[in-house]
């Protein structure tokens, strides 16, 4: 009963933050921050674009939970596929002169071939050497970008041209809130599937799971076509509502380390863990830079950040939220089951 | 098109160019691969910590005058190798003592922390030693050409193939020849039988990851004269001595060399024949070869990668 008592209180959580999450254009633009108060510290689009690439973030972190959380394997060349989505909208409305919403059908069926591919191939290997071949995976990935300039501008990159009512960054921040609660429950719906279940024995002992009769390498591909998919609608959610660009950086270990780090800080394995990561890291970007007249050592944020995400793999393995969670289910043992008294005498 | 003919003497001097370079790669990438052999650890922030060695040397070089200009004497040269070399034994030594040994029996979270150097390392550096490229270091006995048979061949490059030549007959001799290299082969073969026989193989390993790090350090200040130093030098460093690993099989140093070489040559042909693609070959033929041939084109022990 206590435990579906905290069930219930997740959900109202939820509830509650996406419930705050939802008037903050109201609350800026009735702050006067809306109409370009110049006395604002920056434009009032500032704050929500902001939002909005949390947002975007959080879903790729999402994506990149499902492997490292839920399925236990690193991939160093999870990049690519953000990479990937983006550049498939690029690439399909500036240089096709196609519709963003061909643009959505493209980047899926691009992300679901490379990942099964990518997927299929590398996971064929364990650990380090899955590592190491994803990460060559995403390198090839960032060469192609910068290589094959007459499709993707080269260094330079692609901006994309957007819809009309997509140009708002009030629609925008709404666009990627709603995008981030469906693959919320999409993430959510799959890791609570038989396959998730399947995925997380894995992870615990893998020759158990053979041992079992799972075709692990089949479930492992499964897990990172899900997770590539994801991470390929971030890609996209990248280019239409936030940066509206594509370039080819995106494809280099840069975000495959963000993505990391704001998963492990939250925490692997659970689900709000890696959105909390990737409110945190994205938020950090930006507060903390502004301390620099505190210190010039705030200009190097990331310097900071990375102290932080050694310190939490080495003393804090299960992130914020899996450590909370520890606690509590702790503390809930204790009230189900105390500790037996110790005997008068 | 308009490449010109490759000549003899032409094709020499690409081969000696490769050979140069490659090994650089020999002595990044050693490390990297009796570490993992050894201690079935994957230093993903070995690269960095090549680049944190390139940059003390360089600051070491600088005590001695200007080297962008050439005012830094040549011995001064020397001992910049030598302290960057130092800078980077002490941060492997360090970083083995201290981050690596509680996370062994935790491999997952070791690849998670040596990631996360990676960020540290190079935002360190970003701090202590601004963004910008440091520019290219010139050795004034270094400095200049000479010529093979009538081609220009820089002095410098000479100078590498013979300094990476004698850093690989050393460590064959470390690794082959002496106790604590048996220790050492003996722990990449089967690192719990070593110590069930009685031999501390804990402290075998600070030596190695200390040692590792020390000589990819070593390769990061003997790039500087001709690709200077700069904040981006340690994830190139990375990728190449992945790849030459891969080639190479991890945990044979003779491997590593011939990998290094390998690619040394490769960066240098490839071009010539397919500039379109030499940029996306080294890492094709590291997928390739870890797909086929995960052990190493050049191991012959039939040991399986896991």
């Keep these: 009963m206590m435990l579906s008592r905290l069930k219930a209180d997740r959900w109202l959580l939820l509830a509650a933050s996406v419930l705050l999450l939802l008037p903050l254009p109201k609350l800026l633009a009735a702050n006067g921050l809306m109409a370009g108060d110049a006395t604002a510290l920056w434009p009032p689009t500032y704050y929500l674009q902001r939002g909005t690439e949390v947002f975007v973030y959080a879903v790729f972190a999402l994506s990149y939970d499902i492997l490292i959380g839920f399925t236990g394997i690193v991939s160093f060349g999870h990049s690519l596929f953000l990479a990937l989505g983006a550049y498939s909208v690029a690439i399909v409305v500036m240089k096709l002169h196609l519709s963003i919403w061909v643009s959505l059908v493209v980047a899926t069926l691009v992300s679901l071939t490379l990942s099964v591919a990518v997927g299929t191939l590398s996971l064929r290997l364990k650990g380090h050497y899955f590592a190491m071949i994803t990460l060559a995976f995403a390198e090839v990935g960032y060469v192609l970008a910068t290589k094959l300039s007459d499709w993707t501008g080269g260094q330079d990159g692609l901006s994309v041209r957007v819809p009309m009512w997509l140009v708002s960054r009030t629609n925008d921040y709404y666009v990627g809130l709603l995008f981030l609660m469906l693959m919320f429950l999409l993430v959510r719906r799959i890791t609570r599937s038989p396959l998730g279940r399947v995925l997380e024995a894995i992870r615990e002992n893998e020759n158990r799971a053979t041992a079992l009769g799972y075709n692990v390498t089949a479930y492992k591909v499964a897990a990172m076509t899900v997770s590539g998919v994801v991470a390929g609608f971030a890609g996209v959610a990248m280019t239409i509502i936030d940066t509206r660009f594509a370039i080819a950086s995106l494809a280099t270990t840069g975000p495959t380390i963000e993505v990391l780090l704001m998963t492990v800080l939250g925490g692997a394995g659970t689900l709000i863990g890696p959105m909390i990561g990737a409110a945190v890291v994205r938020l950090l970007a930006y507060v903390l830079p502004g301390l620099t007249d505190i210190s010039p050592l705030f200009q190097r944020w990331q310097f900071l950040l990375g102290l932080i995400y050694i310190l939490t793999v080495l003393f804090l393995p299960f992130g914020i939220v899996g450590t909370y969670r520890a606690r509590v289910s702790k503390a809930l043992e204790r009230v189900v089951h105390p500790p037996a008294r110790k005997a008068a005498g | ?306």
């Design chain 2, 1 to 306: 098109m308009g490449t010109p003919q490759l000549t003899l003497p032409l094709f020499i001097t690409m081969i000696l160019n490769g050979l140069a370079i490659g090994m650089l790669y020999f002595l990044v990438a050693v490390g990297l691969s009796v570490i993992f052999g050894l201690m079935h650890v994957l230093n993903f922030a070995h690269g960095s910590m090549s680049m944190v060695g390139a940059y003390v040397g360089l600051t070491v070089l600088r005590l001695f005058g200007n080297p962008a200009v050439g005012t830094a004497p040549s011995w001064a040269f020397a001992i910049a190798i030598v302290a960057g070399g130092g800078a980077g034994f002490l941060l492997g030594w360090l970083t083995e003592r201290f981050l690596v040994r509680p996370l062994y029996k935790r491999p997952l979270f070791l690849v998670l922390l040596t990631l996360g150097l990676i960020l540290v390392l190079d935002e360190s550096v970003k701090i202590i030693w601004t963004a910008n490229p440091q520019g290219l270091v010139i050795v004034p006995a270094l400095a200049g050409t000479v010529s093979v048979l009538g081609q220009p061949f820089a002095i410098y490059r000479v100078f590498l193939i013979v300094f990476g030549l004698t850093m690989i007959v050393l460590t064959w001799w470390a690794v082959n020849r002496t106790r604590v290299g048996i220790i050492i082969r003996a722990g990449v073969q089967d690192s719990d039988m070593v110590q069930t026989l009685g031999i501390n193989v804990r402290q075998v390993f600070s030596l190695v990851f200390a040692m590792g790090v020390g000589l990819a350090a070593m390769g990061g200040i003997a790039t500087a004269p001709f690709n200077g130093v700069y904040p981006g030098m340690g994830g190139e460093f990375l990728l190449k001595a992945f790849i030459v690993v891969v080639i190479g099989g991890f945990g044979s140093t003779v491997g590593t060399a011939l990998g290094a070489t390998v690619l040394g040559l490769t960066e240098q042909f490839l071009p010539w024949f397919f500039p379109k693609f030499a940029a996306v070959a080294p890492m094709a033929v590291m997928v390739l070869v870890l797909l086929l041939r995960p052990e190493g084109l050049f191991s012959f022990s039939g040991r399986r990668a896991g």
